[in-house]
Every structure is written in structure tokens, then in C-alpha cells.
Nanobody
């Protein structure tokens, strides 16, 4: 059984920061690469960051240098620190496995606007 619960989104001005959190009720969490995805209105969902069990990270070019993904295997949590936010970062953000499960959480809305 997979349950993913994201939180931490909100309204922020350009240049601001947010930290997203995800609780992943996944029995195999400690064995899988996790990621953060986002879906802007009218666009397809895209993968923006991944983190392996060992902590190796990878980022989409659009967020590289601004976003940092991290995880706590003991707590089964994944985080996304987002700095220097831009209006084009506005989207609903989701966590899931890299190569996602067929189940998604409700996501958390991030809106970057002045």
C-alpha cells in the first residue's frame, strides 16, 4: 500500500523560498530513488529532482542551483528546499518514486507571484 502526503506549499514572492515535505508510507522507501515532480496548469507533469538511497541527487536544468532535495530514510520523508523562486516555478508539486507508483498524493500548490 502506497500513500504519499505532500505539504509546505504556499504563495511566495519572486526570489523567496519554500520548503516542501513529503511523508511516504511506502514499505520499500529505504530501497528506492525518490523524486519531486511538478505540474503547472495546462502542462504535463515533470520530474524536477531525484535522490537515491545513498543521497546522490539530480536536478532538472530549470531548477539546478536553486532547489535542493533531501531525504530521511528513518522517517520515510523527502524534502525539497526551493530558493530564489521564479513565477515559472508555479505548479502543484508531488513526491513519488523515480519511475512513479501508480498512486499519487494530493500535491501541494506553490504559487510564485508578486
Amino acid at each position: 500500500q502506497v500513500q504519499l502526503v505532500e505539504s509546505g506549499g504556499g504563495l511566495v514572492q519572486p526570489g523567496g523560498s519554500l520548503r516542501l515535505s513529503c511523508v511516504a508510507s511506502v514499505s520499500i522507501f529505504s530501497f528506492i530513488t525518490m523524486g519531486w515532480y511538478r505540474q503547472a496548469s495546462g502542462k504535463e507533469r515533470e520530474l524536477v529532482a531525484t535522490i537515491t538511497v545513498g543521497g546522490s541527487t539530480n536536478y532538472a536544468d530549470s531548477v539546478k542551483g536553486r532547489f535542493t532535495i533531501s531525504r530521511d530514510n528513518a522517517k520515510k520523508m523527502v524534502y525539497l528546499q526551493m530558493n530564489n523562486l521564479k513565477p515559472e516555478d508555479t505548479a502543484v508539486y508531488y513526491c513519488n518514486r523515480d519511475g512513479p507508483f501508480g498512486v499519487w498524493g494530493q500535491g501541494t500548490q506553490v504559487t510564485v507571484s508578486s
